[in-house]
């Protein structure tokens, strides 16, 4: 891991690690092994929003797990080769009351994690992959939410997101990406013009934002039609709306967030429901008195003036101003000047009194590909299987200059059979593999103590660790889990009369008629004489710890045991009142 190129710029990290519903093939069992374990290239999930983090500086990390996971969590600290190399040890929090099926904003309300909030903070999922440095949204947010030194100004920190596009980057976008609806206004443009390279040109405040299904069902029941406030066009003459972009679940947060969430019981998810109600508050009239935001800010602000005392009537710093780099202004005519006729004696237009303005809540909305930009960096969530797949294939294929890169594509402690070829530029194998002779291995990733015996041939697959391979098997597009074994060569049955004739050496017409049988049961056409049966996978996924027998031939299948110890407990019990009924009516 890279180590920090920045100073600690003073906030926390919360990473949520969740269920993994949608990778249910592979965490089925979260107390042994939680979504946040799962492999991507040969290194745990977590790894990835942790280094993330310490290459913004940020060393207060805190890991909030349900209880039933929250030992293996530990453990994997511990033991991990990729976790163990942490210059930092970051801390696990395991709420009692944190369930697998917990939303985001109640997991904000639980007193352990509210306790733990004790700063502004940044949420992020435990499942972020981003190759966009931290430092540079970081930089964003501080810039555009200066500390206020003045009384005389009402100005609260606001929040930042940021959301990805969904298209556009070969080998890792998909149709079947999920997406949000995201509408947003630009912000006045600065005045000092922002450098190359900069994010600046492509932060934005967000007015209304909705996860696509639920567009989808506002839609359906409008007829098609999407209804848009009088007061947001009143507020906003230009909105730009966008369908193809996804939210990161990455957001900077003041401190304040946490009492506005506490107030808000019916805040279930921090994406749909917080940015959601936030953003509509900035400009529906009345909602911010509704959502509790007054009294949120102006205790905070009671707080601010008791600790910060006489420096509340100092005037308020514009960093702007303190810039020799202007950008130019149009000339404007003296008419345009809002001001009051000269008879009326300089009296100056009413304003509210102390009247909080609620804070911007703003986004990172990072560009598509395109001609001119065909390269943008990899932000992505992996919580789907094929995105599980791409993305480990995707970080398998990076130079060794790459921020997430290997040192080694194959490990020096891997043993490689002879005649056996790997593609080392777009493959992974872990430490400890053994691999036997005339293997095959293009586009794939394989883990650690992984076991692939001889004439095997995978491609485009990613096996988790301590996987068994047998000889002779055949996968493409398939993920396999850790510690399953891929049973290989399935033996032909022979008769006991044709042994026992060929034994003797005059079975030689029943020793063809055996062959042809065989070749007449092998799936997927017949074989040829003398050539033994397969495991072909295509498009598969194998649950942890589940056995593939030998000669299986599967396209497109989830291969996993299922828990059915609950039906024939329940079988037993309605046979045993039917026996009941039958006594009773002799």
């Known amino acids: 891991m890279p180590h920090a190129t920045v100073p600690s710029p003073g906030l926390q990290a919360l990473i949520l690690c969740g269920p993994g519903v949608s990778l249910n093939t592979f965490t089925s069992n979260p107390k042994d092994l939680p979504k946040a374990l799962i492999p991507i290239a040969n290194r745990p999930m977590v790894w990835y929003p942790l280094d993330w983090c310490h290459r913004m500086g940020i060393n207060d990390i805190t890991l909030v797990t349900p209880p039933e996971s929250s030992e293996a969590v530990a453990a994997a600290l511990k033991t991990h080769p990729a976790l163990t190399g942490l210059r930092f040890k970051p801390d696990v929090l395991a709420p009692e009351e944190l369930l697998q099926t917990t939303g985001t904003g109640e997991l904000l309300r639980l007193p352990e994690v509210q306790k733990a909030i004790t700063s502004d903070f940044i949420l992020l999922p435990c499942d972020l992959i981003s190759e966009l440095d931290g430092s540079s949204i970081l930089q964003q947010w501080m810039t555009l939410n200066p500390p206020s030194t003045s009384g005389k100004k009402l100005r609260w920190k606001g929040g930042l997101s940021v959301f990805y596009p969904t298209q556009g980057l070969e080998g890792v976008s998909t149709k079947k990406d999920e997406t949000d609806f995201l509408a947003t206004v630009p912000l006045p443009k600065s005045a000092v013009p922002p450098p190359h390279g900069s994010l600046r040109p492509h932060i934005e405040e967000i007015v209304t934002f909705m996860p696509t299904d639920t567009l989808n069902d506002k839609l359906e029941e409008d007829k098609g039609h999407l209804r848009v406030r009088q007061s947001l066009l009143n507020r906003h003459g230009r909105v730009k709306m966008r369908m193809k972009h996804r939210d990161a679940h990455v957001y900077i947060f003041p401190q304040w967030v946490k009492e506005f969430v506490a107030k808000n019981e019916r805040f279930d998810s921090v994406s749909e429901d917080v940015l959601g109600w936030w953003a509509k508050a900035g400009w529906q009239e009345g909602l911010a008195e509704k959502l509790g935001l007054d009294e949120v800010l102006g205790e905070k602000k009671a707080e601010d003036d008791e600790m910060n005392g006489d420096l509340a009537d100092d005037e ?49 909305v990072q560009p598509a590909p395109s001609p001119s930009s065909p390269l943008q960096p990899l932000i992505r969530r992996v919580d789907t299987t094929a995105q599980l797949a791409s993305i480990s294939l995707y970080l398998a294929r990076q130079p060794a200059d790459h921020p997430l890169a290997h040192e080694h594509n194959v490990h020096p402690t891997a043993s490689i059979g002879l005649q056996s070829r790997i593609s080392q530029e777009d493959s992974l194998v ?22 692939i015996g001889s004439n095997v041939r995978l491609t485009k697959c990613v096996l988790m660790e301590g996987v068994q391979v047998g000889d002779g098997v055949v996968m493409t597009g398939c993920i396999i889990g850790r510690r399953a074994r891929i049973q290989g060569v399935k033996a032909a049955p022979v008769e006991p009369a044709a042994a026992a004739q060929g034994a003797g050496g005059e079975g030689g017409e029943s020793a063809a008629a055996a062959g042809d049988k065989k070749g007449k049961k092998k799936k997927g056409g017949a074989a040829d004489d003398g050539e033994e049966e397969r495991t072909r996978l295509t498009d598969c996924e194998v649950a942890p710890n589940y056995v593939v027998e030998a000669g299986t031939e599967a396209k497109g299948e989830k291969l996993m045991a299922f828990d059915t110890e609950g039906v024939v407990d329940e079988d037993m019990h309605d046979g045993e009142e039917d026996e009941q009924g039958v006594e009773e009516e002799d």
């Open 430 to 451: 872990g430490h400890n593999v053994t691999m036997g002779i005339r293997c095959n291995v293009k586009e794939s990733v394989i883990g650690a103590n992984c076991e």
């Open 316 to 364: 308020e710093i514009d960093p702007s101003s303190l810039s020799s780099t202007k950008a130019a202004k149009p000339v404007q005519q003296a008419a345009t000047t809002a001001s009051f006729a000269s008879r009326v004696g300089g009296t100056s237009a009413p304003t509210p009194k102390d009247r909080i303005a609620t804070p911007p809540l703003l986004a990172y």
